[in-house]
T-cell receptor, first 113, second 110 residues
Framework: EPEVTQTPSHQVTQMGQEVILRCVPI?????FYWYRQILGQKVEFLVS????????KSEIFDDQFSVERPDGSNFTLKIRSTKLEDSAMYFC???????????FGEGSWLTVV | GQSLEQPSEVTAVEGAIVQINCTYQ??????LSWYQQHDGGAPTFLSY????GLEETGRFSSFLSRSDSYGYLLLQELQMKDSASYFC???????????FGGGTRLMVKP
């Protein structure tokens, strides 16, 4: 069964450093997403991406964050100048279209120290 | 914007039936989704209701009433492995942002 894959599964970084989280969405999907989940809290939408541009973003997704599709298969989330409060699980997801079922990857756990 | 309300926690015994309710407020409506998440795992799609009524998938059923902005997830013949968090979610008008409720933590006891 096709699945969304994410790397790394866990990353520890120093405060102020930049991190890049990587994702390979399901191959025939057109919409890509990043979500964040702080430990014990709900799943929060960050951004959706379609046709090589941001389709929608939340207020969380400020200038500290950026997304990119550098090639035909990868989708990345870059977090600049990380802060302690960026520590969370980051989920990549994809869907075939709008209002379609969204499939999530296993997540990348980011710890900022 | 979208907002969803669901109970924070529910406890039930193995073999029982449990209902997790969800009420929502959204400017447009494109259906109510349900996701399951085990501790440390990814949200996994369970069901989607676009129209009023009950959708059944094995032990799990989901119900929607658009006039009441209300839905529920019904889990029957509970098993220990059903212990997880359950989230309801709705799309925005453009269908490109899925907003989740706060999640209901289900604990199944022997």
């Amino acid at each position: 069964e096709p699945e969304v894959t994410q790397t790394p599964s866990h990353q520890v970084t120093q405060m102020g450093q930049e991190v890049i989280l990587r994702c390979v969405p399901i191959s025939n999907h057109l919409y890509f997403y990043w979500y964040r989940q702080i430990l014990g809290q709900k799943v929060e939408f960050l951004v959706s991406f379609y046709n090589n541009e941001i389709s929608e973003k939340s207020e969380i997704f400020d200038d500290q964050f950026s997304v990119e599709r550098p090639d035909g298969s990868n989708f990345t989330l870059k977090i600049r100048s990380t802060k302690l409060e960026d520590s969370a699980m980051y989920f990549c997801a994809s869907s075939a279209g709008t209002s379609n079922t969204i499939y999530f990857g296993e997540g990348s756990w980011l710890t900022v120290v | 914007g979208q907002s969803l309300e669901q109970p924070s926690e529910v406890t039930a015994v193995e073999g029982a039936i449990v209902q997790i309710n969800c009420t929502y407020q959204t400017s447009g409506f494109y259906g109510l989704s349900w996701y399951q998440q085990h501790d440390g795992g990814a949200p996994t799609f369970l069901s989607y209701n676009a129209l009023d009524g009950l959708e059944e998938t094995g032990r799990f059923s989901s119900f929607l009433s658009r006039s009441d902005s209300y839905g529920y997830l019904l889990l029957q013949e509970l098993q220990m492995k059903d212990s997880a968090s359950y989230f309801c979610a709705v799309f925005n008008n453009a269908g490109n942002m899925l907003t989740f409720g706060g999640g209901t933590r289900l604990m199944v006891k022997p």
